[in-house]
């Protein structure tokens, strides 16, 4: 009933930049907390960056300064500008949203998309 559509991972060079997409869409009655996780091989998922619903942001401190996130309500959609990357921001990226399904509030999670950093 709600799907994730996730984009802009890839391959970029360290000091390169990415822009990622996640789109919400299905049967959902509101979209609360939106956010981006990373999970590194061999490492627990850790939050990247948060924003609410009405664009309250929050970052981790390791990105603060290089990841900047945004949402466009109209479009159900939340995304991550990522400037000045490093090998350790590699990782795969995980869309994350607090939605309402009909009566209930649950979170949700997208299916992910690979960044690597390489040169």
């Known amino acids: 009933q709600v799907q994730f559509v996730e984009s802009g991972g890839g391959l970029v060079q360290p000091g390169g930049s990415l822009r990622l997409s996640c789109a919400v869409s299905g049967n959902i009655f509101s979209i609360y907390g939106m956010g981006w996780y990373r999970q590194a091989p061999g490492k627990q998922r850790e939050l990247v960056a948060g924003i609410t619903s009405g664009g309250s942001t929050s970052y981790a401190d390791y990105v603060r300064g290089r990841l900047t996130i945004s949402r466009d309500n109209t479009k159900n959609t939340v995304y991550l500008q990522m400037v000045s990357l490093k090998p350790e921001d590699a990782a795969v990226y995980y869309c994350?949203?607090?939605?309402?399904?009909?009566?209930?509030?649950?979170?949700?999670w997208g299916q992910g998309t690979q960044v690597t950093v390489s040169s």
């Open positions: 994350n949203a607090e939605l309402r399904v009909g009566a209930l509030r649950s979170e949700y």
